[in-house]
């Protein structure tokens, strides 16, 4: 017996071979492999579509050992709907970020949310465009220096940062919506629950499911990588609090 | 007895796995990799309790954790 | 099966039905929200799909993500949704996907009116999307031709992996005609092999217009372009109506204006004028060699394009005709249908024949 | 008004409204226009014509004005740029007329649940005993081609428009393929909802040129013939060569595919 190794943790089967393009500690790739290492353990790989976005992760088909489509900026969840209805035996998920998500494709996050369409969304916020060079996005914190906000942003003409979370779970139709983080490997593993709660709710064909998964982006931040976590933990956190906003049990307990 | 091997090649250099481990016994490389930058090695291995945070901490996935014959963990994952 | 009463729009609907299309997606607009209506209550019948989207935007991509599940999906709009949908339209034809819009026109440009036009040709046949592609794009001008072309778009749109495109004026869609559809019709099976079915003993499947590699994206639009000559090649369609030795003019029109000339043609030759209709059918690909081969014959003295806007088919017409006879054009837009009167004006003063 | 020869029987219209509904494509606009042309022509007291159509953009009872206007109808519809307008416009004028109740009122009412809609939004301003509301069925229509889905369509239009129906109008068509066996078609089918309902089978109505071919007698009830009004850009009107253009349609159907000669 002691002479027998076990793997405990490897590379999950759900990841393609393929280095990916993110920047040296871009949280992108850990969040990758939390989805990874879910459709592995749910055992869901075979029977898997993702839908890509416009961001930076506009190549993470290239990233997964799934069956992909590439959308149009903020299209994603228009595309995961016309899939999800003619295929509801596949699981399907969108992989946005913040601009992609929470601006260009506001519409067709919320009314997907609002039809309660049966797919998970895996929502990526690191208050700031990352593919484009670092302009404010939606979620730009309140005086947060961007490339088109060099004062800081100005609440007073671009409005305080969505909180895209709180927004859906205000919707009345049963979903799942948490938000998590990943700046540290005790939130990381909380982020991986959500996101494997998500996809089981689907897998029950239970309601629409989204975790956003505050991220860091230490190349258009200008920090290390290190660094960025902190900054994330004492900017991103006060202003996006962590938690399970919405279960579909709640409609129940309601009732 | 628990074990951690780092894919040089998946490796970036962020150090994110360098800060994560709690008993700091990775470190970067002295030498550069193919692609020309320093990756993680572990330089204690003896030390390596198998705990798996620096995996779970990894953006790229390099990091694989072993163990010899039966390993408890503290947390589930 | 006996022949039915049908509304344009409601045809188009269960056409597609006969195609085995029962997934639908749209946004309700005047002069073809009777499609939706009709669908909603016919589609639950046959287990079909429908969606009522948020926006035409989001119409273009969910049928971008059915599509991609190999079955057959379409949806059906109106002119300022149609100019909605250009965005996903481009990425679908990037992607070689097939798929089916009805485009049901009504007077443009901005939001115009709601009365029958056919001011989106350009916008059909030119590509209202970005990059190098085109889609096939076909007019029908009756309610049983739209039927016949709706079954005929999704096979095209099968056997070339395109976007397809019906286009009718409005008066395709609002007015009643009896209809027979096909009985021994036999849906082609699904999913495809390139459609997303599951990774399931192969290598993931990746639907996508993106090539960020140069030669990469020009070999898909090599390949677009490829395709496009194959489709110009065999898919051209067209009617021929009245045309003889005798003719002294040619008449082009497509759609419901087609028929407006009939009448107008009709009645010529009751006065000894001798005008012949050529209609094109498929507008892409447009019949060029066929109406050269027709101008060029010497009995041909004149031209004449009618449309129902101020000028769009004509630019393909001269393409066509280089220059070889005198060409001229009548038209009315903004949802005035010219009527076979003003037709006989206007062929009457190209032949130089008074008034 | 003669016509159509001895033995006729014309429908009698004792109600001062009159509101004219059934499924689209029943042909409910022809026959509401025809009715208004008739009743004018025979009766000496005021006619109306409110155009109640919302959902149908082409084809309505308003393209009709100048016709009816010369025979002295006062026709109730939006005008000016509202004309064209794919607007759900509701003219106050019809609830005054409605309730004014003072020569004839025939209102032609948009097609099925979504049309008759409009009715029901009047609804109070009926007064029972003093109004007819007529199913006018066509059983070339999907939805109305036989006993159980007229049953389902009426059904659904009552509930809508919270009215009552009054009676029945049979009018099976096919506009220019209309042949006499389609007429008896629908005679029969209509019979035999009205039998189920109870309702009388108030008139039968097709255009005037099949009618002269028939044998009336075998219709129990009275006939109204049509003149269509409802023309679409390429036909001409009765007097015209070129209306009865039937045998084009083959030729228009035909696609002719490429040929390499």
Known sequence: ?255 | MPGIIIDKLYCKGCELCVHACPMQIISMSKEINQKGYFYATVYEPSRCIGCRICAITCPDAAIEVKAHGTHFTLFKY | ?355 | MNYLGVGFKYPSILTSIVAIVGGFGSGKTEVAVNLTRFLALSEKIPIAIADLDLVNPYFRSREAIAEMEGLGVRVIAPRGGNFYADLPILLPEIRGAIEKREGRLILDVGGDVQGSRALGTLSDAFVSDKYELLMVLNSRRPFTSDVADCLKTMSRIEITAQLKFTGIIANSHMIDETTPEILIEGYRLASSVAEILELPLVFLSAKREILEKMDLLQFKCPVLPLVRSMLKPWERGIASPAACRSSKDEQVRRMTKRTND
């Open chain 1, 1 to 255: 017996m002691a002479q027998d190794v076990d793997i405990i943790l490897s590379r999950p089967k759900a990841l393609s071979d393929n280095i990916t393009h993110y920047c040296p500690g871009c949280t992108h790739g850990i969040i990758h492999r939390l989805v990874a290492e879910t459709i592995d353990e749910l055992g869901i790989r075979e029977r898997t579509a993702g839908v890509a976005p416009v961001g930076c992760s506009v190549l993470a088909y290239n990233y997964f050992n799934v069956d992909f489509m590439e959308a149009a900026h903020g299209r994603a969840p228009a595309m995961a709907t016309g899939f999800k209805r003619l295929r509801p035996d596949m699981i399907v998920f969108t992989y946005q970020g913040d601009g992609d998500l929470a601006s260009i494709g506001m519409g067709e996050i919320i009314h997907a949310a609002n039809r309660g369409e049966k797919f998970t969304v895996i929502f990526v916020n690191n208050a700031i465009y990352g593919m484009t060079g670092g302009q404010m996005a939606p979620t730009t914190l309140p005086g947060q220096k961007t490339t088109t906000s060099p004062l800081g942003r100005d609440v007073t003409t671009a409005g305080y940062p969505i909180r895209m979370a709180e927004l859906l779970s205000s919707l009345r139709t049963p979903a799942y919506i948490a938000r998590a983080a990943v700046h540290d490997p005790m939130y990381i593993i909380d982020a991986k629950r959500k996101i494997k709660r998500a996809f089981s709710y689907q897998i029950a064909n239970k309601c629409f499911s989204l975790v956003e998964v505050l991220s860091t982006c230490p190349t258009n931040w200008g920090l290390s990588p290190t660094v960025s976590l902190e900054w994330l933990e004492k900017n991103m956190r006060p202003y996006y609090p962590l938690g399970t906003f919405k279960t579909p049990e709640d409609e129940v307990e309601k009732k």
């Open chain 3, 1 to 355: 099966m006996a022949k039915k009463l049908m509304k344009g729009n409601e045809a188009i609907g269960e056409a597609a039905i006969c195609a085995g299309a029962t997934n639908y997606f749209a946004y309700p607009i005047t002069p073809q929200s009777e499609v939706a209506e009709y669908l909603s209550r016919r589609l639950p019948e046959v287990g079909g799909v429908f969606v009522q989207a948020e926006s035409e935007v989001a119409v273009g991509y969910m049928l971008f993500g059915a599509a991609s599940t190999g079955k057959r999906v379409f949806t059906t709009s109106s002119s300022p949704g149609i100019s909605l949908m250009q965005e996903a339209l481009s990425y679908m034809a990037g992607a070689h996907l097939p798929v089916v819009l009805v485009n049901i026109m009504r007077g443009g440009p901005g939001l115009g009116g709601i009365l029958p036009a056919q001011s989106d040709y350009f916008q059909a046949t030119k590509g209202g999307g970005h990059g190098d592609y085109h889609i096939i794009v076909l007019a029908p001008s009756s309610v049983q031709e739209a039927v016949d072309l709706m079954i005929l778009a999704f096979d095209l749109a099968d056997k070339y992996r395109t976007p397809v495109m019906l286009i009718g004026d409005g008066m395709i869609g609002q007015m009643m005609e009896s209809v027979e559809f096909p009985e021994q019709y036999q849906t082609p099976p699904s999913p495809k092999e390139w459609a997303l079915t599951g990774a399931v003993g192969r290598k993931p499947v990746v639907i996508k217009s993106l090539f960020l590699d140069p030669i990469a994206l020009e070999k898909n639009s090599l390949e677009l372009a490829k395709k496009y000559e194959i489709i110009k090649a065999d898919e051209v369609r067209y009617e021929l109506y009245k045309v003889n030795d005798k003719n002294k003019l040619l008449i082009f029109a497509y759609g419901t204006m087609a028929r407006i000339c009939q009448t107008a043609i009709d009645e010529l030759e009751e006065e000894g004028i001798g005008v012949g209709l050529f209609r094109p059918i498929s507008l892409f690909p447009f019949p060029q060699k066929e109406i050269y081969r027709e101008v060029i014959k010497p009995n041909i003295k004149a031209l004449l394009t009618v449309e129902m806007s101020v000028g769009q088919m004509i630019e393909d017409i001269e393409r066509c005709i280089v220059g070889q006879k005198p060409l001229g054009f009548y038209g009315r837009t903004g949802g005035i249908v010219p009527s076979p009167d003003e037709v006989k004006a206007a062929v009457k003063k190209q032949l130089g024949l008074g008034k």
